[in-house]
């Protein structure tokens, strides 16, 4: 065989190695979970949020700063569509401790913010989203009016994927007053407590 076809061979065989070693790095990082929340079995007494005692209450702990997260906000304005303001529903912005005034509003403040029923907070040093046991962002936690747990999870099937999922889908199943499968799926996003700067020193921490 020709040494220049040979060659040429190789080289087509190392390029669809090096792009099928990408594809499976890229899948296996969009379906890596962040960390669940352990988030207490009742209300936090200490939190400066009050629960609702009509309808169920859900916090929703985000970075202002994740990529992924614009994903759980896209799937929060559909799921707050769908419920027709029969949950209260607060998102929490964490503003670590040393940034600057204002690091926080970013687009998905503003997305936040545009979704009707949606009461965004900011959350100095986290001291809120700790309180329900957060630890990634767009991690959604649920109570009824009594203040019992009844979810905890995302809404969203990996990181920055939008499109149907478990988890909304429980959600909404027990707002509506219906039963869900499980109570708690997985979460995909940033470390909500993580300051650094630009979106890929952000998300490549994980």
Known sequence: MNKKVVIFILGC???????????????DYETQPGDQASAPGRWPADSRIDLSTDRATLIMAAHPRCPCTRASMGELAKLMASVEGRTAVYVLFVKPAGTPEGWEKTDLWRAAEAIPGVTVLLDEDGIEVRRFGAETSGQMILYDTQGRLIFHGGITAGRGREGGNDGADAIYSLITGGEADKANYPVFGCSVFDHAEGEDRLCNRQ
């Open 13 to 27: 065989a190392l390029w669809a190695g090096a792009v099928a070693f990408g594809v499976s790095r890229m899948l």
